[in-house]
């Protein structure tokens, strides 16, 4: 059984950091894409960064977290982290992890495998 284990989310102030965390656990097949999305009550998932694994990394970022935010990948310990600096109220949402091995499906949104979401949260 596949399982996608968040933490670090919290409450912090305009401009701080928080570092997420995605624990891959029970999955042993390449993953094609790793990759963070956020959604706000009321309002449609977003893609926030993906790791394209497939033919070598390449990494995309939604325009508005765009040098403020950084995904890797720590290979050994199977952890998918989203280093998050220069936090703005707009970046307030609730952030999933989520991995799949196909490639085609790396580019939508019905991604395979997917965490249960920690809570970000920014106050100005």
């Known amino acids: 059984q596949v399982q996608l284990v968040e933490s670090g989310g919290g409450s912090v102030h305009t401009g701080g950091s928080l570092r997420l965390s995605c624990a891959v656990i029970g999955y042993t097949a390449g993953s094609a894409c790793m990759g963070w999305f956020r959604q706000v009550p009321g309002k449609e998932r977003e893609r926030v960064a993906v790791m394209h694994l497939a033919g070598g990394n390449t990494y995309s970022y939604a325009d508005s977290v765009k040098g403020r935010f950084t995904i890797s990948h720590d290979y050994d310990k199977n952890v998918v982290y989203l280093q998050m600096n220069s936090l703005k109220p707009e970046d307030t949402a609730m952030y999933y992890c989520?991995?799949?091995?196909?490639?085609?499906?790396?580019?939508?949104?019905?991604?395979?495998?997917w965490g249960q979401g920690t809570q970000v949260t920014v106050s100005s």
């Open positions: 989520a991995t799949d091995f196909r490639p085609a499906y790396c580019f939508s949104y019905e991604w395979k495998y």
